[in-house]
């Protein structure tokens, strides 16, 4: 079953516009994962953030986590026609169930034009 | 280079016929994973382990074999029971379990096709 649900399915913008990408999940999590991965290849990590942070830097990415909505967001800023690729949230659940296994949304299609 | 093998890239199966895939990794990880990946599709498990010589059915396994003999290694059988196996297929590992997840480690994936 898929826990979370990236939101928009695709989008698109320019070189030096920011992106923002949306996941609801349906179920408590420890924590929140974001990947990406460029068209046929595999899954890259980018950043993981905690049940109990709200928000996570890491270089151009900023990640935000509501527990309460159930909702996460990943904005890249500055974005470059190399960030585009697909982004996919990933999740796990409450302890003692998920044993390292991780839940996928759909993905969002990210491409930016230069 | 540490990292996560999968072999090979592409592959084409004949129906009727049993494949394996190849998963290997370096990174001193117990815990492997494989996810199927459909055309604009996210993920799906298809069995996962923990530790050697024990596995256990992800999501999506009918179909699908694993082995886990050795740490570094964990291949993937899609059976002739598998009625549409053509779609990308991810290896992954982690490092244990210990109450909350770590990133996991991908490898480049191998791309199946039955003809």
């Known amino acids: 079953s898929q826990q979370g649900e990236e939101d928009p399915q695709a989008l698109s913008i320019q070189e030096g516009e920011n992106a923002t990408m949306n996941c609801s999940y349906k179920?408590?999590?420890?924590?929140l994962q974001w990947y990406r991965q460029n068209s046929g290849r595999g899954l890259v990590h980018l950043i993981l953030?905690?049940?109990?942070?709200r928000e996570k830097h890491s270089g151009r990415l900023r990640v935000t986590l509501d527990t309460s909505k159930k909702s996460s967001s990943l904005l890249i800023t500055a974005s470059r026609a190399a960030d585009t690729a697909s982004y996919f949230c990933?999740?796990?659940?409450?302890?003692?169930?998920?044993?390292?296994?991780?839940?996928f949304g759909q993905g969002t299609i990210l491409t930016v034009h230069p | 280079d540490g990292g996560i093998t999968q072999s090979p890239k592409y592959l084409f199966r004949k129906e009727g016929q049993n494949v394996t895939l190849s998963c290997e990794q370096n990174?001193?990880?117990?815990?492997m994973y494989w996810y199927r990946q459909d055309p604009g599709q996210g993920l799906r498990l298809i069995y996962y382990?923990?530790?050697?010589?024990?596995?256990q059915k992800g999501d999506i396994a009918e179909g699908y074999s694993v082995s886990r003999e050795k740490k570094e290694s964990f291949p993937l059988t899609v059976t002739s029971a598998q009625k549409n196996p053509t779609a990308f297929y991810l290896c992954?590992?982690?490092?244990?379990?210990?109450?909350?997840?770590?990133?996991?480690?991908f490898g480049q994936g191998t791309r199946l096709t039955v003809v």
């Open positions: 179920t408590s999590i420890n924590n």
């Open positions: 992954a590992s982690s490092a244990p379990w210990t109450g909350v997840n770590t990133e996991a480690f």
């Open positions: 990933a999740t796990d659940g409450p302890g003692g169930t998920s044993y390292g296994k991780l839940t």
């Open positions: 382990s923990q530790i050697v010589n024990d596995f």
């Open positions: 990174l001193n990880h117990d815990a």
């Open positions: 953030i905690r049940s109990n942070e």
